[in-house]
Each structure stands twice: as structure tokens, then as C-alpha cells.
């Protein structure tokens, strides 16, 4: 057998070994790329969808704050009303003096609540877009009852026990719309906690 048939044995053996190898060996690296960059796309659709989440927690719980501050703005400008109508000239003469500040406290205070409530509503729409789809509904009733939440702060002669709507038909004392709000928070934490930490 010569040099060249020899060499010609080898070199067709080599490809028909080789060619496949190459083959497989750039599949594997395709899949292996592919896997890691849904991987990564994976990781940052999560990381997104916690940041929305967390935002919408902070909202709300901002949106609280602002109401309570407002509600108790609200008080303090009732109290200042009371005492401008009373027959002590103290009283009076007291209550006339801080009318103004507490005036603008009830106004400003107020409007950090309408300020909060816009967050909130943002922060579930951005939920929307991100998902996860698991949230969405618990977000959505964090803002139904943020905006119920701003009612006490808007009137000074609201009491926590006055009947408030809370839907077209249905009323609520106050104080349920406190209290759902909170569980509506709890819940919020509970799904979420569930859905990142559902590995």
C-alpha cells in the first residue's frame, strides 16, 4: 500500500469521525448558550417582578401613613372649629390664632394622601405589566381600599364609625375599611412571599 493511499485512508476516516464530532460538539454549545440566556432572562424577569412588588408594599404602606396623618390633620382642624365656638374668650381667642396653620397642616397632609394613592395605583399598574399573575389581584384590592383609605382625612365632621360605601350598593363603618386594608397587606405579603420563595 503507498503513502497516498494511506494518507487518503486516514484523511476519510478523520472526517467521517470528525465531522460529526465537530457537529455535536457545536450543538452542545448552541443548547448549552441558549439554556444560559434563558436562564439570565429568567433571573431578570424575577428581579424585576420583585422590585414592582416591593414597590407596591411601599406605596401602600406609605399611602397609610399619609392617610393617618391626614385623618389626624383632619381632627386637630375639628378641634380648632369646637373651640372657635366656644364661650370661653380664651378658647377662642387660642383657636382663632392657629386656624390658619392647622388649616394648611389639614390641606397639606391631605394632599401627601391623594400624593400616596397615585403611587400606589402606579406601582399595581407596573405589577400588571411584570407579573406574576398570582399577585395582581391582591395588589388591585390594596388600591380599592387606599382610596377608601383617604375618606377620613376630606371632612371634619367624619367619624371612624360613619358608614362609608365601599361598593355602589354596599356601606361599611369606617373601621372595616381599616381593618381590610391591613389584611388586604397581609395577604398582599403572604402571596408574594409564596411566589419567591416557590423555587
Known amino acids: 500500500m503507498s503513502i497516498a493511499t494511506i494518507t487518503s485512508l486516514v484523511t476519510a476516516a478523520v472526517a467521517v469521525v470528525g465531522v460529526?464530532?465537530?457537529?455535536?460538539?457545536?450543538?452542545?454549545?448552541?443548547?448549552?448558550?441558549?439554556?444560559?440566556g434563558r436562564a439570565q432572562l429568567q433571573h431578570t424577569r424575577r428581579t424585576s417582578q420583585h422590585a414592582a412588588s416591593v414597590e407596591v408594599l411601599t406605596a401602600a404602606d406609605e399611602l397609610k401613613r399619609a392617610c393617618d396623618n391626614s385623618g389626624s390633620a383632619t381632627w386637630w382642624l375639628t378641634m380648632i372649629y369646637e373651640d372657635e365656638a366656644s364661650d370661653d374668650n380664651r378658647r377662642r381667642e387660642r383657636a382663632t390664632e392657629q386656624r390658619e396653620s392647622a388649616e394648611q397642616r389639614q390641606e397639606e397632609a391631605q394632599g401627601h394622601g391623594y400624593e400616596a394613592f397615585e403611587r400606589l395605583v402606579k406601582a399595581v399598574a407596573r405589577l400588571e405589566l411584570e407579573g406574576p399573575d398570582s399577585l395582581?389581584?391582591?395588589?388591585?384590592?390594596?388600591?380599592?381600599?387606599?382610596?377608601?383609605?383617604?375618606?377620613?382625612?376630606?371632612?371634619?365632621s367624619f367619624d371612624e364609625d360613619d358608614l362609608v360605601y365601599v361598593t355602589e350598593h354596599e356601606q361599611q363603618p369606617f373601621t372595616w375599611v381599616v381593618s381590610q386594608f391591613a389584611e388586604a397587606r397581609s395577604k398582599f405579603i403572604l402571596d408574594?412571599?409564596?411566589?419567591f420563595n416557590d423555587i
Not at 140 to 154: M, T, Y
Open 136 to 156: 395582581i389581584a391582591s395588589a388591585a384590592r390594596l388600591a380599592d381600599l387606599g382610596d377608601l383609605l383617604q375618606l377620613q382625612g376630606q371632612s371634619t
Open 192 to 195: 408574594t412571599r409564596s411566589y
Open 20 to 36: 460529526p464530532a465537530v457537529y455535536m460538539q457545536a450543538r452542545a454549545a448552541r443548547l448549552s448558550a441558549e439554556a444560559a
